[in-house]
T-cell receptor, first 114, second 112 residues
Framework: AQSVTQPDIHITVSEGASLELRCNYS??????LFWYVQSPGQGLQLLLKYFSGDTLVQGIKGFEAEFKRSQSSFNLRKPSVHWSDAAEYFC????????????FGTGTQLKVEL | DAEITQSPRHKITETGRQVTLACHQTWNHNNMFWYRQDLGHGLRLIHY???????NKGEVSDGYSVSRSNTEDLPLTLESAASSQTSVYFCATQSRRDSPLHFGNGTRLTVT
């Protein structure tokens, strides 16, 4: 069965500092990988996705993620965090092996200190 | 712009009552999903549909049902609400297998 682990429940960074959110997945075939962001009281918004090709993918709001098959990881990064980035971030895995159902991680809550 | 509308946004009900949460989309997507979001669990899939008259169980389907009579709507019914079903429920749509999900803004359900 497919699964996603986000080991960090909460992360606090200072505005302007770099950010890395960790995501490890388990999937029996070639995965489709996603990062979503959720602001309070809102639904989830797609930040970026990986299906194939270049393992470094760029997303919206200055985010990027790198797919590392050998480590089963898809970590999210941002060089300089803005106060408006404070939100909850979810990693998700899916693909043809599991149909088009996505399995989500438990989320990482990001706090940004001014 | 296309959108997903979930209603109501908030609902309080009593244990044992039947409750239906609505999801209406104007994306014209075939694939629709219901997730519940709980602290410490992230989002878990309840039911999903790949088209009209198609419904499938997700990982936490017990106590829930869905029906798909048209492309636009996938209502989620709690047959007999339980306190364990207090949660935030999200509807999502998808155009095809390799497309991302589009989410509604959620329904917060409290079962007392």
């Amino acid at each position: 069965a497919q699964s996603v682990t986000q080991p960090d429940i909460h992360i606090t960074v200072s505005e302007g500092a770099s950010l890395e959110l960790r995501c490890n997945y388990s999937y029996g075939a070639t995965p489709y990988l996603f990062w979503y962001v959720q602001s309070p009281g809102q639904g989830l918004q797609l930040l970026l996705k990986y299906f194939s090709g270049d393992t470094l993918v760029q997303g919206i709001k200055g985010f990027e993620a790198e797919f590392k098959r050998s480590q089963s990881s898809f970590n999210l990064r941002k060089p300089s965090v803005h106060w408006s980035d404070a939100a909850e971030y979810f990693c998700a895995v899916g693909g043809t092996g599991g149909g088009n159902k996505l399995t989500f991680g438990t989320g990482t809550q990001l706090k940004v200190e001014l | 712009d296309a959108e997903i509308t979930q209603s109501p946004r908030h609902k309080i009900t009593e244990t044992g009552r039947q409750v239906t949460l609505a999801c209406h989309q104007t994306w014209n997507h075939n694939n629709m999903f219901w997730y519940r979001q709980d602290l410490g669990h992230g989002l878990r899939l309840i039911h999903y549909s790949y088209g009209v008259q198609d419904t499938n169980k997700g990982e936490v389907s017990d106590g829930y049902s869905v029906s798909r009579s048209n492309t636009e709507d996938l209502p989620l019914t709690l047959e007999s609400a339980a306190s364990s079903q207090t949660s935030v429920y999200f509807c999502a749509t998808q155009s095809r297998r390799d497309s991302p999900l589009h989410f509604g803004n959620g329904t917060r359900l409290t079962v007392t």
